[in-house]
């Protein structure tokens, strides 16, 4: 009995479906965003947090918390600031934000570092002229690693190395 009524659903579902096995693999998948997109997006995450870092803690706290949908009186309740203080910092973390965002962009975090870039890049940059900040611009961090000889050759390269006299800069 079961297995007459097995056969029974299957023979509705090949009348409605039809009778050929689906071919997942012949329809590319165009709904999910290929390398190219997830590597974009990947850029503006960066930009994004490295714009984040250089703000003030209370313009951060207010804009993260603002930003996973918090209201204005949630923030002034997790946080204990008054309405003013909660205002201020959003506004003057959005226009922060806005302006370190546009500074990324332009490059001006990367100029004084230009003209070691190449050799960063390549692996070869003597360990006596670099060091490694704290925050590297983002410059720096696109920049890929070094091959393994030319780090065990006694070189220093990747992408968190800057000249030594612009620590000061920093």
Request: proline fraction near 9%; include cysteine; glycine fraction near 6%.
């Amino acid at each position: 009995m079961v297995k007459h009524e097995a056969i029974a659903v299957r023979s509705a579902r090949l009348r409605l479906v039809g009778s050929a096995e689906p071919n997942l693999d012949a329809r590319e998948a165009t709904h999910l965003a290929g390398p190219p997109e997830r590597f974009a997006e990947r850029e503006r995450a960066h930009r994004s947090l490295a714009a984040l870092a250089s703000l003030k803690p209370a313009e951060t706290r207010a804009l993260v918390l603002q930003a996973a949908g918090r209201s204005y009186r949630d923030i002034e309740a997790e946080t204990g600031w008054t309405t003013t203080k909660v205002n201020r910092a959003l506004t003057e973390g959005r226009a922060a934000l806005r302006e370190r965002l546009a500074t990324i962009d332009e490059g001006a975090d990367c100029t004084p570092h230009a003209r070691h870039l190449p050799a960063v890049a390549r692996g070869i940059a003597p360990a006596g002229e670099l060091i490694a900040p704290a925050r590297p611009p983002a410059c720096l961090r696109r920049v890929p690693g070094p091959p393994a000889r030319v780090a065990r050759a006694g070189h220093i390269a990747g992408p968190r190395l800057l000249p030594r006299r612009s620590a000061a800069l920093q």
